[in-house]
């Protein structure tokens, strides 16, 4: 008799074709994407979308498309966004959120982001990284962070670590392109990245095995933002060992499914402790938390178009804190991304890979 487990194990392994059939109806007449299936706020002849069309490169790397007129369509599309500076930026987000990121930043007392700073890194950095998955390069290397091993101390130390989720993103942002600049030849990007590594791990709590300072985050905040931390060490390609059985436990008694990015979060945590003490005594714990996962993930899917939604039973209607879409009941490019990243984990987890066809991608 199959078991409810197996059933799901089985779906898993059909996503793909579906969700290969849901990329063609997100498709625009121009061959570029749309956030949503239908609810987009943006018209065809605009040049916008710049996220989903990311989303779309990730999600074709994911699934092993290699529709190669296909994929240079798309990036040559998100190059048309990069700005001689070196950053990439889609004006009609970055006009759209500029008051309410504005208003935060005042609020939050984050002066360094009044300009909208942070969404211009941030997004820089899922565009070079979604190119990277195809071996393409951005027409300028951009660099914005601190080159000396003290400056990169005190970039830290003025993140708001009260917020672990929003600092530990930036820590993230400061590793991918110390490493790109490391990987050029300087020097002094291995020792920057040394001091960065020394500072976190002196901000991780033993008992959770999460990074934050003053007084205790919610129990989302702090998975969210250790999943920051940890890509991070991933995007710098340095091991991460350090309190990963107080991490794994943590996650074990948390669900944390608010949206997409919150059930990929925990799962991509746990994912990555469990690999670092590779205790295969615990993997009857990690089977029956991928159990309970999927069940949740199930509850986002529709199986009618071969999507995911960001929200249950609602799309994904912001993007870096700007309205893309009217938020209606169907699936959604960003909630798609984010679950089938999440199965490209569970598939290596479950050592189904070569049946699921799905590969996870550092971004």
């Known amino acids: 008799m199959i078991s409810d487990f197996d059933s799901l194990l089985d779906w898993v392994c059909t996503v793909r074709n579906e969700v290969t059939e849901f990329m063609l109806l997100m498709k625009k007449r121009n061959g570029t994407f749309k956030y949503t299936l239908s609810g987009d706020l943006y018209p065809e002849n605009t040049l916008s979308n ?18 190669k007129e296909e994929i240079n369509l798309v990036i040559d599309y998100v190059k048309r966004f990069q700005q001689s500076d070196g950053l990439f930026l889609d ?66 130390e003025a993140l708001n670590w009260r917020r672990p989720w929003d600092a530990g993103s930036h820590f993230s942002h400061l590793c991918f392109f110390l490493k790109r600049l490391e990987d050029s030849g300087n020097l002094t990007a291995t020792e920057c990245l040394k001091n960065a590594f020394d500072w976190i791990d002196r901000l991780q709590d033993s008992e959770t095995g999460c990074w934050w300072k003053g007084s205790k985050p919610s129990d989302g905040e702090l998975v969210n933002g250790a999943m920051k931390i940890l890509t991070g060490y991933e995007a710098a390609a340095r091991g991460y060992t350090k309190n990963a059985d107080s991490l794994i436990n943590f996650c074990l008694n948390l669900v944390n499914n608010t949206h997409a990015c919150g059930n990929f979060n ?6 990555t402790a469990y690999r670092a003490v590779g205790a295969v005594e615990r993997r009857q714990e990690l089977e029956a938390f991928i159990f309970e996962r999927l069940k949740i993930f199930r509850t986002y899917w529709y199986p009618e178009y071969g999507g995911f939604s960001f929200f249950q039973r609602k799309s994904s209607d912001n993007y870096y804190g700007a309205r893309v879409s009217r938020g209606l009941n169907e ?15 569970i598939s290596r987890i479950m050592n189904l890979q070569d049946e699921s066809q799905l590969r996870p991608f550092i971004t």
């Open 266 to 271: 925990i799962l991509y945590v746990l994912d």
């Open 91 to 156: 004006k009609f987000i970055f006009n759209r959120s500029f008051l309410r990121n504005f208003a935060a930043s005042i609020k939050r007392r984050n002066f360094t982001n009044l300009t909208n700073w942070q969404y211009k890194v941030a997004e820089t950095r899922q565009c070079i990284s979604a190119l990277g998955l195809f071996n393409e390069k951005p027409i300028y290397e951009p660099y914005f962070f601190p080159t000396e091993p003290y400056g990169v101390i005190e970039y830290l």
């Open 50 to 67: 710049l996220g989903a069309n990311v989303f779309a490169l990730k999600i074709f790397y994911a699934l092993g498309i290699d529709d």
């Open 331 to 345: 699936p959604d490019i960003h909630g798609t991304v984010m679950f089938i990243w999440g199965l490209s984990l």
